[in-house]
């Protein structure tokens, strides 16, 4: 009975991980847990018990879960693309549940029940972990901490060196081939003023003036109908800063001459 | 067999043999040491957030933290107190700590050379669902594409960004890496605390705390090219079951390696030839020789270049063929030398007279070393094929040492590096105990003070050799404002193209912003790498030429960055951290060249403008 539990560990914990791939959504814990165990542990580790020699001890199996594990999915997705199959997450998820699957019912013919129960005792009987002392467990505990500050720190974004300069961006959008909207997006690293103008075939037809862009916000200005395709428009933004007014950027745009974003086809 | 004379220190730890068996799972000094190494690496993350932010003393935390990391480990692998479970263990904290301060100055994105590149490739398998693109800047990676299956498949599976997912990959490979050479070197010489120390030496290797941590396809490659070889070396006779075993495993990590990098296959298709060619003792009535992996290997190399990856010929041999001929001038003194301590991408910055002296520290340290290790080596390991083969490594690691005096040398020297540092590690280690016993018996505190300067030189000294400040510490990408957080501009144009323009738009720009156009933007950016492209973009008039030559290539977008920085691609990603000066500008003439020849500015931030040559006439440009 104890024995046909253990056999039964990787197949069950594959088949969860997968289940847990195509069900879970994109991102959430339980996924990405799900997704490095059945991509990068368990079809190793199955293969491992499949093929490796009995008496083999835990670095080496480790090395192979990992080392296999790699091989068979870069292998694995060589033969999918060869004979025509997407390479999807409902694709990986049946594949890789299916190798660990195959790998460890290979181990257990392989070495059959009862060898397997003594190789199986053999590698575990009398493995114990050394108790751990009070002192050893807070250092432990410190180093967790240390680690989680690092990581924390080394992930926070800080504010910029005083030579920084961030920018504030501009173009035109078109909609079609009649409708523009002059669009300032501020990827500055302060608040700042501006005055945004926009022409048509060189006459102002419409002007934003001194409005406030914080970084990461952005300012429109539609261009106000009718307008004809094949028309030049044009915008001007200018920064304000203590009274002084300084032309900042400039663009222009012929109306139908830019593809949409949504008719880009890719290489 | 190995053959030790009692006075050796190998001797007293082989006694620790493979065979033996420890069932006691103890901590050891692990619980000490790990609390050291997370000191160290929060001291490298103060660093890195005082180098981010544009204040002082970041260095001297960095090189703190590196030591605090590094040298007890070492010391403790070099004693015979820990187990063989605390050794690995040991060593698996090391690894995974020095991966960590890699991860640590990249924290928000892949930002090294060829990083974006293959990240790029992901995003394709991602967007295709298939293998074998195409990628603008660096041809041939998509035909490895082993590295980048692995990672697109981590990527779907969990749901994670590409970048998140090639972390996990890289700090598995590390893993990999760390656990496949104490194993290898355990099982070639019989010594655990010989393997511990000669793995944790490896990362002295000058490519190891960066560039084999990078998302680069080689950072697989190599762990999974030791998995074949110590596979290979497990799989010999007489147990069939091993052979079986064994055999599998290295037969597939062979073909794994050959479908993710190319250098690395044609490096383990030598290693396993010499192994099977080194001439063996008298003795040995039936030479073990593994010729039947030596020969998969070669057949699976030769098959993959000729029916998959022909291109690898013509992307390999200039570099080989111009580093050869660049050697030759340089030693008949026809061409200039290179200078020493700087980063690859040459941004002028001279190391300070301290790091020249531990550099060159670092390497006389590991000359001096040798002789006696490939002494040791000889008395003890000469019957073992791969140790002698290892032998050879670190004598031809010194013989790469003057190419990095060669411009088009060097850098084909110092990845060599990582391969040759396989045999140097272990070299190394056995000049170590060697010297060291033999001091301890002498001065036994002196002994312990002596190898902790050894080891702290070559660390040091590694990393200094292939990297400048700039290069070590993190840069300011993700800067917090008051509003949000803020990336750099090469990032909000690459987002903008691929929201207003559509991905897979053929551009040109320069070498970093390419590079985020392929990754933020999924453009299909072409660079200054590209001799026409570089034209294009520097000369201060458009030429016909150029323009047909833009055409051609169905390019309609030109990504204009004004600012010199953004032609290097290891300080063009991030906020300048200094005021702009006009040397660090690009002529204007050049700058604004297209939009004289009838171009369109469809898009302005500053420094960085997006030009539309629909507009452009050939009669506008010069002939």
Redesign the interface.
């Known amino acids: 009975m104890r024995l046909w539990f253990r056999e039964l560990v990787l197949p069950v914990l594959a088949a969860s991980c997968g289940a847990a791939i195509l069900v879970l959504s994109a991102g959430s814990p339980a996924r990405v847990i799900a997704g490095v165990a059945l991509v990068l542990i368990l079809p190793g580790a199955a293969l491992g018990r499949a093929v490796l020699p009995r008496g083999e001890r835990i670095p080496e199996h480790l090395l192979v879960a990992l080392g296999a594990s790699a091989v068979l999915v870069a292998l694995g997705a060589i033969a999918l693309d060869v004979v025509g199959i997407p390479l999807e997450p409902t694709v990986w998820a049946p594949v890789l549940v299916i190798l660990t699957v195959v790998g460890s019912a290979l181990g257990t013919l392989r070495a059959g029940a009862a060898a397997r129960d003594r190789g199986l005792r053999s590698k575990w009987t009398g493995l114990r972990l050394a108790p751990v002392r009070p002192t050893e467990a807070l250092m432990i505990g410190t180093s967790l901490a240390l680690i989680a500050g690092a990581l924390l720190l080394g992930t926070t974004p800080l504010r910029a060196p005083g030579g920084s300069a961030g920018s504030t961006a501009l173009w035109i959008e078109a909609n079609g081939a009649r409708r523009a909207a002059a669009i300032a997006r501020s990827g500055d690293l302060q608040t700042a003023r501006y005055e945004l103008s926009v022409t048509v075939d060189g006459r102002t037809v419409a002007a934003a003036p001194s409005f406030r862009l914080a970084p990461g916000e952005q300012h429109r200005v539609p261009v106000p109908p009718p307008l004809r395709a094949g028309a030049r428009v044009g915008a001007l933004l200018y920064r304000l800063d203590h009274g002084a007014r300084r032309l900042s950027r400039r663009v222009d745009l012929t109306l139908g001459s830019v593809p949409l974003a949504s008719a880009a086809t890719g290489p | 067999m190995l053959t030790t004379t009692a006075s050796s220190p190998v001797a007293e730890v082989s006694a620790e043999r493979v065979a033996g068996?420890d069932?006691?799972?103890?901590?050891g000094r692990l619980?000490?040491l790990?609390?050291a190494?997370?000191?160290g690496?929060?001291l490298?993350?103060?660093a890195?957030?005082l180098s981010?932010?544009?204040r002082p003393h970041a260095e001297l935390l960095f090189w703190l933290g590196l030591l605090v990391i590094f040298v007890p480990i070492v010391d403790r692998l070099a004693s015979t107190a820990p187990r063989?479970?605390e050794r690995?263990a040991l060593l698996l904290l090391l690894g995974v700590a020095l991966y960590?301060v890699k991860?640590?100055r990249d924290?928000?994105a892949f930002t090294t050379a060829d990083e974006p590149l293959h990240q790029y490739n992901v995003l394709q398998?991602l967007?295709s669902?298939?293998?074998?693109g195409?990628n603008?800047i660096l041809h041939v990676t998509p035909l490895y594409?082993?590295?980048e299956?692995?990672t697109?498949?981590?990527s779907?599976?969990?749901?994670?960004s590409t970048f998140a997912a090639g972390l996990?990959?890289i700090g598995?490979?590390r893993?990999?890496l760390t656990?496949?050479l104490?194993?290898l070197y355990e099982t070639v010489t019989g010594s655990g605390r010989l393997a511990g120390l000669a793995t944790a030496l490896y990362a002295a290797n000058p490519h190891y705390l960066f560039f084999s941590a990078s998302f680069s396809y080689e950072s697989?490659a190599l762990?999974?090219a030791l998995?074949a070889a110590?596979a290979v070396v497990r799989a010999r006779p007489p147990?069939g079951?091993?052979l079986?075993?064994?055999g599998?495993?290295a037969v597939?990590?062979i073909?794994?390696v050959v479908?993710?990098h190319h250098i690395t296959s044609y490096g383990l298709v030598a290693l396993l030839l010499a192994v099977c060619l080194v001439p063996q003792s008298w003795w040995h009535a039936r030479p073990w020789r593994p010729w039947v992996f030596a020969a998969t290997a070669v057949a699976a190399t030769g098959a993959w270049l000729l029916f998959v990856a022909s291109r690898t010929v013509g992307y390999l041999s200039p570099v080989i063929t111009n580093a050869i001929a660049e050697t030759f001038q340089t030693a008949a003194g026809e061409s200039a030398t290179r200078g020493l301590f700087s980063s690859g991408t040459g941004q002028g910055q001279v190391a300070p007279a301290w790091e020249h002296l531990v550099g060159i520290g670092s390497a006389l340290i590991i000359v001096a070393a040798l002789p006696l290790g490939l002494l040791v080596l000889w008395r003890l390991y000469r019957d073992q094929p791969l140790v002698v083969v290892l032998g050879c490594a670190s004598v031809a690691y010194v013989g790469t040492l003057p190419l990095r005096l060669v411009p088009a040398a060097w850098e084909t020297a110092a990845r060599a590096s990582e391969f040759l540092f396989v045999g140097v590690a272990l070299v190394v280690a056995l000049a170590a105990f060697e010297a060291l016993d033999r001091l301890w018996m002498w001065a036994p505190s002196l002994s312990h003070v002596a190898a902790w300067a050894a080891a702290g030189v070559l660390l040091v000294g590694g990393v200094i050799s292939t990297s400048t400040s700039a290069d070590r510490l993190?840069q300011?990408y993700?800067?917090?404002?008051?509003?949000?957080?803020?990336?750099p501009?090469g990032v909000?144009?690459a987002r903008?193209a691929?929201?207003?323009?559509?991905?897979?738009?053929?551009m040109a720009a320069y070498d970093a912003d390419a590079r985020l156009l392929m990754v933020y933007g999924?453009e299909?950016a072409f660079t200054a790498s590209n001799f026409d492209i570089k034209s294009a973009l520097e000369t201060p008039m458009l030429h016909r030429w150029q323009l047909d030559f833009l055409r051609h290539d169905g390019i309609r977008y030109v990504v204009v960055d004004a600012l010199r920085a953004s032609a290097n691609t290891s300080a063009g990603y991030f906020?300048?951290?200094?005021?702009?000066g006009p040397h660090d500008r690009f002529p204007a003439a050049a700058v604004t060249k297209f939009e004289r020849a009838g171009a369109?500015?469809?898009?302005?931030?500053?420094?960085?403008v997006v030009d539309?040559l629909?507009?452009v006439s050939d009669a506008a440009v010069v002939p």
């Open positions: 068996g069932r006691r799972l103890s901590l619980p000490a790990a609390l190494s997370a000191s690496l929060a490298v993350s103060v890195d957030a981010r932010s544009g063989r479970g690995v960590l991860v640590l924290p928000f398998i967007h669902h298939a293998l074998f195409s603008p594409p082993g590295l299956s692995v697109a498949a981590l779907s599976a969990s749901g994670v996990v990959v598995v490979a893993v990999i656990l496949t104490f194993l697989l762990p999974l998995l110590f147990s079951a091993a079986r075993g064994w599998i495993v597939a990590a073909l794994a479908v993710t993190a300011p993700r800067v917090s404002t008051a509003g949000a957080d803020v990336d501009p909000a144009v903008w691929r929201e207003v323009l559509g991905p897979g738009r053929p999924r299909y906020f300048p951290r200094h005021p702009i369109q500015r469809i898009y302005d931030n500053g420094n960085i539309d629909k507009g």
